[in-house]
């Protein structure tokens, strides 16, 4: 395990100078660079230079570099480094991607499609203009009310996006949003596709209604209640949500992926049992999350729900498995 761990550090390169960073990029001109920009404070840099670890594995091919952001200014600057961690894509010493932010499985597709689309960026014959155009078309339609942010409505990465959020929640405004820094074509393509140069920014429909100094003024001459959509009341939206599958399941994490062991544990009993059932990851809504514990005057999570109906956390399913009564309950006989 050591020696494994050991050679997967080997595998990334840490640079302490601009000349270095420099040297590097003459040298790897041929291949995919992909530099970290980390800091030692910041703990979400340590988790994604480990999946730099394992990526540096699988692609021997690809340079993978760590470079500590504030120890060399020079580099940061140069490429308008503003928040750890940051990913920068070169090859033949060219910027051709970017990625803001501990976005593990977007870091992990990046760097496979760019391993993989020989030595060219990938923009002129990968993704053709149609393509990034009829995107974003569906983008901004993906919801009545799109907000495309730095960060997410949760962990606001901008002034200007925070203070956007509060003013949606502030008037009960239903939307979703878009992380920009998820994703540098859509960064980039978006302020071409609405010639609006900055963000955040705000669709109703898929139509732009514009940045923060709009919204404001529309909030300032009450006409923004009118433009976007209302939340539905937090009683309706959980009652429409617990009765969204016959069998439904708010847990941390999804089926793919439980994020604690209670949550792990009941996805293994209900898998077993064969039945149908769709999850909620409690973790992606917090309006949710502290209101459905008042909802069902459940304080814990996971919580199971049939037919809309309340039946219990972990302990009352195992329960009701080992009494053979989980498969009568969950198919409504009980």
Not at 6 to 26: D, I, Y
Not at 125 to 132: A, I, T, V
């Amino acid at each position: 395990m050591a020696a494994g761990a050991a050679e997967a550090a080997a595998a990334v390169v840490e640079v302490g100078s601009t000349r270095q960073f420099e040297e590097l990029l003459r040298l790897t001109a041929k291949s995919l660079l992909v530099v970290h920009f980390w800091a030692p404070w910041a703990p979400q840099c340590a988790q994604m230079n480990d999946v730099m670890a394992e990526l540096a594995k699988e692609h021997p091919q690809v340079s993978f570099v760590k470079l500590e952001a504030e120890a060399v200014p020079e580099v940061s600057e140069k490429y308008e480094i503003s928040s750890v961690p940051t990913f920068l894509f070169f090859k033949n010493s060219q910027k051709i991607d970017r990625l803001d932010g501990a976005h593990a499985p977007e870091l992990t597709k990046k760097v496979q499609r760019h391993a993989s689309s020989g030595s060219f960026p990938p923009s002129g014959n990968e993704h053709p203009k149609e393509d990034l155009n009829l995107r974003l078309k569906k983008l901004t339609h993906a919801a009545p009310c799109m907000l495309f942010m730095k960060g997410t409505p949760q962990e606001p990465r901008c002034g200007f996006s925070k203070q956007m959020v509060e003013i949606l929640h502030k008037h009960n405004i239903q939307f979703s949003s878009f992380d920009i820094f998820s994703d540098e074509e859509v960064r980039q393509g978006l302020k071409t596709y609405s010639n609006w140069p900055t963000y955040p920014q705000l669709y109703v429909s898929g139509e732009l209604i514009g940045g923060l100094d709009i919204i404001k003024e529309l909030e300032a001459s009450d006409e923004l209640d009118t433009i976007c959509p209302k939340a539905p009341k937090l009683e309706e939206r959980l009652k429409v949500l617990t009765n969204k599958a016959s069998v439904m399941l708010f847990m941390k994490g999804n089926k793919q992926e439980a994020k604690c062991g209670f949550s792990k544990q009941i996805l293994e009993i209900l898998n077993s049992t064969g039945v149908e059932y769709e999850t909620f990851d409690i973790l992606e809504d917090e309006e949710v999350r502290q209101g459905l514990k008042t909802f069902s005057n459940w304080p814990t999570y996971p919580q199971l729900y049939v037919k809309g109906e309340l039946v219990g956390g972990l302990d009352i399913v195992k329960e009701l498995k080992d009494n053979g009564e989980l498969l009568p309950v969950l198919k409504g006989e009980n």
